[in-house]
């Protein structure tokens, strides 16, 4: 066993009967570590950082949810421990390296070690987004992945305040670009400073391109989100953007 009764459960979901035809998940909500992986060697300045956490984005879409009522799911757990948007068997799900951080609890794991982690984080994280989403499947529905990113990246500085990601599905990402453009006030990434791929993300080629709903995953940059007050500004802002995207969307389908 990995976590115990002291640690808490490695989801949390809010509006479980939310109206909304948007689904929200949150796969890098949190930065607790299991009290039996004693941090994992890695200082607390450290894990406060973007590689424990996707900064401000449990703030935002508690609040989207509340906007929209949205169903929305939250993966508790630091991605140091296990990043919940990649496949486990890849490096990067348990890395040993973050950025330039040394993850000592993470070097030579054990495949048992592995394995609990898988179990006890990952799998009931994405067991209950499968739930979820199947008790819907006779409605409509649209992903949407939140995530924030960092404004610098191994020295280099990023200008942009959002980005919309994508891969094969650009329905929605076209209909958003358009309606944040027309904001005035910002620059957009257009698959940028990330971009999906079967390679780099899982949650979004598994729930959103192999069930074929329409989805997004958006990125908004943390030091814009750092604070209750910035994260309640974006949450106003995307839930009418959202709002009028998805009437867009549902222009598109009839």
């Not at 609040?63 to 296990?82: C, G, H, N, P």
């Not at 919940?84 to 348990?94: Q, Y």
């Not at 000592?104 to 499968?130: M, T, V």
């Not at 990023?158 to 980005?163: F, Y």
Request: hydrophobic share 40%; net charge negative.
């Amino acid at each position: 066993m990995l976590l115990s009764a002291d640690d808490p459960p490695p989801v949390r979901v809010l509006r479980e009967t939310g109206t909304s035809d948007l689904f929200l998940t949150a796969d890098h909500a949190g930065r607790r570590i299991p009290a039996a992986l004693h941090d994992l060697g890695v200082p607390e300045a450290e894990r406060q950082r973007h590689i424990g956490w996707d900064i401000g984005i449990a703030g935002v879409t508690e609040r989207l949810a509340e906007l929209l009522d949205a169903t929305a799911i939250f993966q508790t757990y630091s991605r140091l421990v296990i990043d919940c948007n990649r496949d486990p068997s890849w490096p990067s799900a348990m890395p040993e390296v973050s950025e330039y951080t040394p993850i000592p609890g993470n070097r030579n794991l054990s495949a048992a070690a592995k394995r609990a982690r898988i179990a006890e984080i990952f799998n009931p994280y994405h067991d209950r987004i499968r739930s979820l989403l199947d008790a819907r499947a006779n409605r409509r529905t649209v992903l949407i992945a939140m995530h924030s990113f960092t404004a610098s990246f191994k020295g280099e500085d990023r200008a942009m305040q959002v980005g919309m990601l994508y891969n094969k599905d650009p329905r929605l990402a076209s209909i958003l670009l358009d309606l944040l453009r027309q904001e005035g006030d910002l620059t957009v990434g257009d698959n940028a400073p990330y971009a999906v791929t079967e390679d780099s993300d899982y949650s979004i080629p598994t729930h959103g391109e192999k069930r074929g709903l329409p989805h997004i995953e958006i990125e908004i940059r943390q030091d814009l989100i750092a604070t209750p007050a910035g994260q309640a500004a974006w949450a106003d802002r995307f839930a009418r953007l959202l709002t009028a995207a998805d009437e867009a969307l549902k222009a598109t389908q009839t």
